[in-house]
């Protein structure tokens, strides 16, 4: 069992920056991908950044890419999103998620196998 709690969630101002962060805990071992997503009511789960735990290479939604910078911290078991210049239209709950799937950083979001418990963005204009 893998748990992840999220936080660092909140209201901006358009243009602005906030950085979530999702720590793990439990059975982290292994060969495995961390990921965001995040969901708006009404609209399906959408796909933001995924990085592969070890070799760090990562994967954005082009919505987010050169704005949002996923990393992590090996010892603290804790994954970042860094996101900057927000717009109103990311407006959304955040969440992290961790897969062991094969397809990695490319997985798609019913491979992740667990899921923290979301934090709200809130940007407004």
């Known amino acids: 069992q893998v748990q992840l709690v999220e936080s660092g969630g909140g209201l901006v101002q358009a243009g602005g920056s906030l950085r979530l962060s999702c720590a793990a805990s439990?059975?982290?071992?292994?060969?495995?991908?961390m990921g965001w997503f995040r969901r708006t009511p009404g609209k399906e789960r959408e796909f933001v950044a995924a990085?592969?735990?070890?070799?760090?290479?990562?994967n954005y939604a082009d919505s987010v890419k050169d704005r949002f910078t996923i990393s992590r911290d090996n010892v603290k078991n804790t994954l970042y999103l860094q996101m900057n210049s927000l717009k109103p239209e990311d407006t959304a709950v955040y969440y992290c998620?961790?897969?062991?799937?094969?397809?990695?950083?490319?997985?798609?979001?019913?491979?992740?196998?667990?899921w923290g418990q979301g934090t709200q963005v809130t940007v407004s204009s």
């Open positions: 998620a961790s897969t062991t799937s094969s397809r990695g950083r490319y997985a798609p979001a019913t491979d992740y196998e667990y």
């Open positions: 990085i592969r735990w070890f070799s760090g290479l990562t």
């Open positions: 439990g059975r982290t071992a292994g060969s495995y991908t």
